[in-house]
């Protein structure tokens, strides 16, 4: 596979090393490079071994909105072993811009499990943000509307009484 393809992991590499630790910006140039090494690591979709920097650059405050979010959009090609762990704490942290808790939230559903939906339930119970949650519960309502595989947690969620009192507009 393209994992283990040399001539592959090389270029990934090079569009990492162009992000540096956590897509911090040095000269006037920077913000393009960055924005192009971020959508160039995305549309590779093996760029498993990046994740760690994309995280950071996603939980970058410094750098503005629309790299974070490209930072987070990087991961929509990825197999679901890519380790998505920390965006739960993009998502959970309320003093992050709704827009960013948002993508967090969609990176991490891309491939949900019952430990990532038992979570969001968690999250959903405790969301001070009305835009987030009703994004979350929205979202929520619509899958329960496909062929996903966690359907019957997921209703389950949805189910939830207190929840519906707060976000089934």
Not at 31 to 48: I, P, W, Y
Not at 143 to 157: D, F, G, V, Y
Request: glycine share 4%.
């Amino acid at each position: 596979g393209c994992d283990s393809d040399g001539e592959i992991q090389a270029i990934i590499r090079i569009f990492t090393e162009q992000l540096r630790y956590n897509c911090r910006q040095e000269g006037s140039d920077d913000h393009d490079n960055v924005l192009m090494a971020l959508k160039a690591l995305g549309n590779t979709g093996h760029a498993e071994s990046a994740v760690p920097t994309l995280q950071r650059c996603a939980a970058n405050a410094e750098l503005s909105m629309e790299l974070r979010v490209v930072a987070l959009q990087s991961f929509r090609r990825m197999s679901c072993v890519a380790d998505r762990t920390e965006l739960f704490n993009l998502l959970s942290n309320i003093e992050n811009d709704a827009e960013l808790r948002i993508h967090a939230y969609l990176v991490l559903m891309t491939c949900p499990d019952a430990n990532t939906l038992q979570r969001v339930l968690l999250l959903l119970e405790n969301e001070q943000v009305n835009q987030v949650g009703s994004f979350i519960w929205t979202h929520l309502t619509n899958l329960q509307e496909t062929s996903n595989p966690h359907k019957q947690q997921i209703r389950a969620i949805l189910e939830n009484e207190e929840l519906k009192k707060t976000f089934d507009m």
